[in-house]
C-alpha cells in the first residue's frame, strides 16, 4: 500500500479512535476496519445480492449473444439500462466494430457406409470462425491424432483426408484450466495446422472434462496463405466411438456440412459505468466481464456472470454507503469470444480524459465459489496486493496466487503496466458447460455468484482506497 | 506425529536415499516423500477414480434407502458385496435393529375457505418420525412463529391451532451448515414445544437456502408426557406465500393429512471391510459414511457420497500398491438419519477382538469440492494433524480447522476421547438438495466427489503410516 487512510472507512465505523492507530490484536486499524467492510460486503451480498437475478434478465432472458448478433445489441442495451437504473455514474457506451459469424442451420456429421456400422450420425457443432461447406459436404478418410507433430509426420498421407483431434484435457490435472491450456491448440489452430498438409477438414474432440453427447464449441483460427478448411468440434462420446471404430477400421470415411459463413463487420459496443472517485475521480480501477457469449447455451457462466458481478460489486459499494477515493468502473466488453475487440478497444481509449487506470479486475472464469485471485503484476504490486488475502477469509477465499488477469484486461496490462487479476474460482464444473448448450442459467448457484460479487468488490473498494 | 517412518513409502519411492533425511527444501523427507503419495493419489483419483460409477448404483439404481426398507436392504448387500469386488479385508456386517417409519400415499395439506385465495392447496411432506393424522386430518388456524419464546407467549391462544414455524436459514451466512444449525431446532424440536401449548400440529419451513416448491423432510422428535402431534415441513415458496397470506388475513385455516407411521424395530446392519495394516493391525483408522438415506431423493450428497468415498478412499490406497502400518476400515453406518443406531453401536463394538481405534474420519456434508478437515480432537492430536495441511495443497483443501468430526463417529470420540475428523467441502449447495427430491446423482460433480475420496484417502493413508 502507498497510503493507509482511514477517511471512508470512519465514516461507517463510528467508533474509530484515530490515537488508537494499532488495535488490540496489533493489526493496523486500517486493515482492521477493512476487514469489518469486507464481512459487511459478504453478508449483504448473500443476503440481499442482485447478481442472480440480473443474470436472469441478461442469461436466460436475452440469452446467447454471440458478437454482432440482435441479442449481443440486445445486452448491449440491457446493460447501459441496467447501469442506469442503479444510479451509477457516466454510463456510456464505447463503440467498436465487431466480426459476425453466423452458425446457420446445417451442421452435420456421420461415418458413412462403415462396414461396421453403416451410416451413423455423429454429435458436431461448427468451431467459431470456420468457414462452411458445400451444400454436399466434404468427405474423406479420417485420420486420428493427438498433436500437431503427428499432423506434420503425416506428409502427404493427410492429403483429401479429415483430421480427427483427440487429445482429450488432461484428466489429472486439479486445475481445469490447466487442463483445457493443455487441449486447447488442436481447436484454435487445428485448422491450419490441418490444412498446411492438405487435409480437407478437421474435427476437434470437445474442449470438456465430461463425457457426454453435447460438443463444445469455441473460437478457431486460420492463417495467411494457408487454405481455410472447415473446423467442427465433436462431442467427447462421439470422438470416443470415432476413436475406437478407427480401430477396427482405418478406412473410415466421414462426410461433414457445415453452413455456417463470417458476414462483414457490424457495430457494437463496450458497455461503460462508475462510481466516481471521491478524491481522485481521475484514478480508475476497472471490473469487468464480457458482455459477447457462444451462441450454443445462453453464456450464463460464462461470461454472463463476470458482467452481473462487475456491476453488483459497484451496486454493493453504493448500497453501503462505501465513498471509493478514486473511480471504480464497470466494463462490459464486447466480443472476447471471437475477436477480443473489446478489450482492445478499452485498452486504446483507457487514457483519454486524463484517466490513469491503476488496476483491473476480471471475473471470466464461471459464477462459481470463489477461492482468490489470480494476479499478473510486478513484485511490489503483487506483495501489496497479496497482504489483502485475510479479508476474505470469511468466505474462504483468500488464495492470491501469481496468474492471468483476463483476456479484456490483459491489454491493460501490456499498455500501461498495470496489475491485472482475475478472480479464481472453483473451477471443477466449469468445463462441463463451457461453450455448449449446457451452459444456461440452471447451472449457477445463486449464493457461489453472489459471493464472487462481494469479492469483486472487497478487493475493488480497498484498492481504490488505498491504491496499488 | 509421535514417530516418523518412512518404511512403506520406501516402498513407493525406490531412489529414497535413507542417509539424505533432509531434502534440498530443508522439509523432513519422510512429508516430502508424502506429498510424493498425495499427489499420486489425486491424480489417480481424478483419471481413475469410482467413487461416482459407484453413487451411481447406489443412489441412482438402489435409489433411497431409508432405514429399514427394502432398498436399505438392497444397499448393504450392495455394500457388502462391492467390498468384496474391491477385495477389501476382513468384509463383514454388523447387525443391528433400526426403527422404521413409513412415509405413506396421503401428504397434503391446503389452505380451506380462505376470503382472498379460496383452498390451495401447499407443498408438504411429512417429517420423519411424525405420526399420522386421521383420514379427515387435522384442521385449525395457523400461527405463525419464529422461535419457541414466541410459541411460550402464545400459551392458551395456542390450543387447536397449527403452529406455523417460519424462521429462515440465515442467509448471511457464509456457512451454510452454521445457517443450518441456527433454523433446524424448529424441525426437530417444533412439535414438542407447540404440543406443550395445546396445538394440534406443526408446519416448519423447509431447512433450505433456496426459494423453490420442493419440502425437505428430516428427523423430528417427540418428548415423554408431551402429546404427539404431527409436523410436515411446508416448501420455502409455500411458506413466504403462507405468511403473506397470514398478513392480510389472520384467520387463516390450513387442513393437514398425513398418512405416515412408526412400525416395529427391523433388523439391518453397518457394513464394514477394510485393509489390514501390516504392522499394527489392531489399531484402526475408520473412514465412514451413512448408507441410509431420506426416502424423497436419491441420498446421493447426502450420503451417498461419504460412502462410496470410504470405499474409493481403500481402493485408491489398494491400487497404488500402498502398504499401511496400521488398519484402515470403511464403516458404512446404518440410520444416521432417524436414530444413529449403528453409529452407536458400532462404537459399543469398536474395542472388540483387541481392536484400538485411533482415529475416525467422517464425509456427511455431500460430494462437493473438498476444502480440508474439522478436526475434534485434544491439542496435541489437533497440532499433529494440522501439520498434514501441506499434504492437500494441490487440490487446494488445506484448511484444518476445529469442528465437528459426525453423527456416526462423534460416539467414538465420546467413548475413546480419539479425534474425529469430518471432510470439509464447498457447502453452498448442500441445501438445495438435502432431504429434498433434488439429491440426485444429477447433481453430483464426478471431480469434486472423487477429489474428496483422494482427500480422505491421503489423511487416512499418513495416519495409518504416522499415528495420531
Chains 1, 2 share one sequence.
Not at 472507512?9 to 479512535?17: A, N, P, R, T
Request: hydrophobic letters at 40%; aromatic letters at 6%; proline letters at 4%.
Amino acid at each position: 500500500m502507498k497510503r493507509i487512510s482511514c477517511i471512508a472507512v470512519l465514516v461507517l465505523i463510528c467508533s474509530f479512535s484515530q490515537s488508537n492507530v494499532y488495535g488490540q490484536d496489533g493489526q493496523p486499524d486500517s486493515l482492521r476496519l477493512y476487514s469489518d467492510v469486507a464481512k459487511n460486503i459478504i453478508e449483504t451480498a448473500l443476503s440481499e445480492g442482485q447478481a442472480y437475478d440480473m443474470l436472469v434478465e441478461l442469461a436466460r432472458d436475452i440469452g446467447p449473444r454471440l458478437s454482432g448478433s440482435t441479442e449481443a445489441a440486445a445486452a448491449v442495451e440491457w446493460g447501459r439500462q441496467t447501469m442506469l437504473d442503479y444510479d451509477l455514474d457516466n454510463v456510456h457506451l464505447q463503440e467498436i466494430m465487431v466480426p459476425r459469424w453466423v452458425r446457420g442451420p446445417v451442421e452435420q456429421a456421420e461415418v458413412i457406409n462403415s462396414p461396421t456400422v453403416g451410416t451413423k450420425s455423429l454429435a458436431v457443432c461448427a468451431l467459431g470462425g470456420s468457414v462452411g461447406t458445400s451444400e454436399l459436404g466434404v468427405v474423406g478418410q479420417v485420420i486420428e491424432v493427438k498433436n500437431f507433430e503427428e499432423v506434420k509426420a503425416l506428409g502427404p498421407k493427410a492429403k483429401g483426408k479429415l483430421i480427427f483431434y483427440n487429445r482429450p484435457m488432461g484428466p489429472r490435472r486439479v486445475n481445469t484450466f490447466a487442463a483445457y491450456g493443455g487441449a486447447v491448440n488442436q481447436r484454435s489452430r487445428g485448422a491450419i495446422e490441418a490444412a498446411k498438409v492438405g487435409a480437407v477438414a478437421a474435427l476437434v474432440r470437445s474442449m470438456t472434462t465430461r463425457l457426454d453427447r453435447v460438443p463444445h464449441t469455441g473460437a478457431m483460427h486460420y492463417a495467411k496463405n494457408v487454405a481455410k478448411i472447415p473446423a467442427a468440434a465433436i462431442s467427447t462420446v462421439d470422438a470416443n466411438f470415432l476413436s475406437d471404430l478407427l480401430k477396427r477400421d482405418e478406412s473410415v470415411r466421414v462426410r461433414l456440412r457445415l453452413s455456417c459463413q463470417t458476414l462483414p463487420d457490424v457495430p457494437s459496443a463496450n458497455v461503460i459505468g462508475e462510481i466516481t472517485g471521491s478524491e481522485l475521480p481521475e484514478e480508475i480501477i476497472v471490473l469487468g466481464g464480457h458482455l459477447d457469449s457462444w451462441d450454443k447455451g445462453h453464456g450464463a457462466h460464462d461470461d454472463g456472470a463476470g458482467c452481473v458481478q462487475s456491476i453488483e460489486a459497484l451496486r454493493l459499494i453504493k448500497s453501503l454507503g462505501l465513498q471509493p477515493k478514486r473511480s471504480i468502473r464497470a466494463v462490459l466488453f464486447m466480443n472476447e469470444e471471437n475477436g477480443q475487440r473489446g478489450g482492445k478497444a478499452y485498452a486504446q481509449y483507457a487514457d483519454q480524459n486524463g484517466s490513469k487506470h491503476i488496476a483491473a479486475i476480471e471475473s471470466d472464469r464461471g459464477g462459481f465459489t470463489p477461492r482468490g485471485f489470480t494476479v499478473k503484476a510486478e513484485n511490489e504490486s503483487f506483495a501489496n496486493i497479496e497482504r489483502l488475502a485475510h479479508l476474505f477469509d470469511p468466505m474462504a477465499a483468500s488464495r492470491i496466487i501469481r496468474g492471468y488477469g483476463g483476456v479484456d484486461i490483459d491489454p491493460l496490462n501490456k499498455r500501461f503496466g498495470i496489475p491485472v487479476l482475475g478472480l479464481l474460482v472453483d473451477s471443477h464444473r466449469y468445463f462441463d458447460y463451457h461453450h455448449s448448450a449446457n451452459d444456461t442459467i440452471d447451472k449457477v448457484n445463486e449464493r457461489e455468484l453472489e459471493l464472487g460479487a462481494a469479492a469483486i468488490a472487497i478487493m475493488a473498494y480497498v484498492l481504490a482506497m488505498e491504491g496499488v
